[in-house]
């Protein structure tokens, strides 16, 4: 009998890991045939890392390749079919456990990841196109400024908007995390330093500055006085965007939006 109780247990410890930006894959017996050590619908979730809550039983051995495919699966950002053969050898296409129950099993791997999440510093007439396109990508976009007449619901009517008159104020009550991006293009290099300086030392999955390279420059020159290491200092990015001859707000917002997936997919790997 599955343990209908110990299911929801699973979804929601995935849930929270998902809420706090790690990745999982949900795994799930969707097939049997024969004798095998779980019945169909047990589950178990593996964690991004190897963490694993619950179990689908068949011992130490079945359930490491199990998680070893799993955590793969995990890497590759695709949910996948694995199936698991118990005759004491596999055939192609199977998976061998080592054991000899006498069938095969099918467990599906569901990998699941948090919607990531774009920081847009800035609301001025490049931010608005870069947001409606990371709108339809299915970024959840928080737009941070300190400009009240351009930070509008009106204009951003999906994101959460961050205002305050102090900017640096408004900039501590952004939360990153490893599926956050953060695209930085306030314009003024004061507000782009404070910028800088608040996200330089979080572990974001992106970090870009709109601006000429001179201010760039400038301004990791400045990061450098600071004491910030190198390492830290080249894993922004700039000029922000890919290189597509973008001169108009949209154009540059298409550009912006095309790295952001770029570098999305490509971490996975």
């Known amino acids: ?104 099993m099918t467990i599906f791997a569901d990998v699941m990841e948090p919607n990531p999440k774009l920081v847009l510093v800035g609301s001025g007439h490049i931010a608005l196109p870069t947001y409606k396109i990371a709108d339809l990508l299915g970024f959840e976009t928080i737009v941070v400024d300190d400009n009240k007449d351009t930070l509008t619901r009106k204009r951003f009517p999906n994101a959460k908007l961050i205002y305050h008159r102090n900017f640096g104020a408004a900039l501590k009550k952004v939360k990153g995390d490893k599926s956050t991006y953060v695209a930085i293009m306030h314009g003024e290099p004061k507000h782009d330093l404070i910028s800088l300086r608040r996200f330089i030392k979080e572990e974001t999955a992106y970090l870009g500055i709109l601006g000429s390279r001179n201010k760039v420059a400038k301004l990791k020159n400045i990061l450098r006085k600071d004491g910030v290491g190198e390492k830290k200092i080249e894993r922004v990015r700039t000029p922000i965007g890919l290189e597509i001859n973008a001169r108009t707000p949209e154009e540059i917002a298409v550009s912006i939006a095309a790295e952001l997936v770029k570098e999305r997919r490509s971490s996975r790997g």
Request: aromatic share 6%; glycine share 18%.
């Open 1 to 104: 009998m599955v343990n209908v109780s110990g299911h929801a247990d699973i979804l929601s410890r995935a849930a929270e890991f998902l809420k706090h930006g790690g990745k999982v894959a949900v795994c799930t017996v969707v097939e049997r045939k024969g004798s095998g050590p779980s019945e169909v619908g047990s589950k178990m979730l593996v964690v991004e890392g190897g963490e694993v809550i619950g179990t689908i039983g068949g011992g130490e051995c079945f359930e490491r390749v199990l998680i070893s495919e799993s955590l793969q699966a995990i890497r590759d950002g695709r949910s996948k079919n694995l199936k698991f053969s118990f005759y004491g050898g596999a055939k192609e296409g199977e998976l061998d456990t080592g054991l000899w129950c006498g069938g095969e």
